[in-house]
């Protein structure tokens, strides 16, 4: 694993626009499991669990059955 860098602005800034409940609700449905995943996970990164946990959510609610987040899982 690689560690990187990330200027304390950015990612406050970062996880200002990400943590927004109406943002995900928007687009997490819409995206693919790996993406939503990968967002989540840079929401982790930068202490953000609970901004995190909406994107998988919102994401979820749209999954299909045996997908990733799914209902089924």
């Known amino acids: 694993m690689t560690t990187t860098t990330i200027d304390t602005d950015a990612a406050a800034t970062f996880t200002e626009v990400?943590?927004?409940g109406d943002f995900a609700g928007d687009v997490g449905p819409r995206m693919?499991?790996?993406e939503v995943d990968a967002l989540a996970g840079m929401l982790r990164?930068?202490?953000a669990?609970?901004?995190a946990?909406?994107?998988?959510?919102a994401h979820a609610a749209?999954?299909?059955e045996?997908?990733?987040h799914g209902t089924d899982q």
Request: with cysteine; charged share 20%.
């Open 32 to 34: 693919s499991c790996t």
């Open 18 to 20: 990400f943590a927004a």
């Open 66 to 68: 045996g997908d990733s």
């Open 45 to 47: 990164a930068v202490g």
């Open 62 to 64: 749209a999954d299909d």
């Open 49 to 51: 669990d609970t901004a």
């Open 53 to 57: 946990a909406t994107w998988i959510d």
